[in-house]
């Protein structure tokens, strides 16, 4: 019994991510299309399963490329208190006041966008089909991170306060069990970012000013809500998952008062602006004789590699779980 007991709670914690779970960031970047203005709409709208699909690569490149990991958050609160002043938001300052690597070992997202940016610009400019799409898919899942509070926070799992899960509590169960009944998407139209790189620290800020309700809603509730109704029990790939039970996702959301609803809705709206903002920055190019291109057989394998790469360490995981 104590060893199946233990089973269920190792494999429980296989399907941790420290990003946007994989759904909620298919669903930012599939929804951010319909936000765009007509020249765009053609291409990303024939488009819209590949700018979907490959939403998830940076986080799938996380276990073959070391530099991936610190693209994905910041600590923030390493800097001091909000609105952490002593941090300078120029990357060259910042280098010069803290150093590169310990900016490297605390997260870089609001830069990293800033950086992928400037490559889809690129890729507009060149009508380069498939650097449009990888750029585009890239560019929403960083941006989507910068949204999720836990990314600009060190207790980013809870792990400080005992409350580890919290972070897929957040940002994967509770879109996968809410998202597609009772979350909203309908948001007006992509509108021109003046700034773009105070456009994403301001996202970046407010991540982390609701960091604190995110932890702190989640620990009055776990002291409310009656122990055993707290976690269920799931079949999955043909293993015993351990998570958090329909009630308690529902309490939680009900106390964020629509937080991760608004989240995502604040990440689509930022993701299609910022589409946009690069194709206007680009020149506004006529993308129609790219619509129907297709991926290299190059990129082609380079998926290939990528998901057999993932596959091979998630499948790992679970191995060693066992
Ligand atoms: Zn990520």
Known sequence: MKKF???IFLTGLVSQCYCWGFYAHKTINYH??????????????????????HATDAD?????????????????????HYPFNELPHKWNDAVEKFSEDSLLSYGIV?????????????????????SIIKNSADLGHYIAD???????????????????GIHAFWESRIPELLADKKFDFF??????????????WERVLESAKAADSVLSFEKKLSLQFPGDKKYSFEKRNNSLIRQYSSGYTIAYDKMLNGMVERRMRQSIFAVAS????????????DLSAIVNKSF???????????????????????????
């Open 274 to 285: 910022f589409w946009y903002t690069a194709w206007v920055n680009a020149g506004q190019p």
């Open 296 to 322: 290299s057989a190059n990129d082609l394998n380079e998926f290939e590699k990528l998901n057999n790469d993932w596959k091979n360490v998630e499948g790992k995981k679970e191995s060693d779980h066992e």
């Open 146 to 164: 910068a949204h999720v509070p836990l990314h600009t926070s060190q207790n980013h799992d809870g792990q400080l306060t005992n409350q580890k």
């Open 32 to 53: 951010s299309v319909f936000l765009l203005p007509p020249q765009m709409l053609l291409f990303y709208k024939e488009n819209i399963a590949l700018v979907a699909e």
């Open 60 to 80: 799938k490149r996380r276990y073959a490329v070391a530099d991936e990991a610190p693209r994905h958050f910041i600590d923030i609160d390493h800097y001091g």
């Open 110 to 130: 609001p830069w990293h966008v800033q950086i992928v940016y400037k490559r889809l610009i690129k890729a507009f400019q060149e009508k380069n089909f498939s």
């Open 5 to 7: 007991i233990l089973f």
């Open 187 to 200: 948001i007006g139209k992509a509108e021109y970012i003046q700034d773009p790189g105070a456009f994403i």
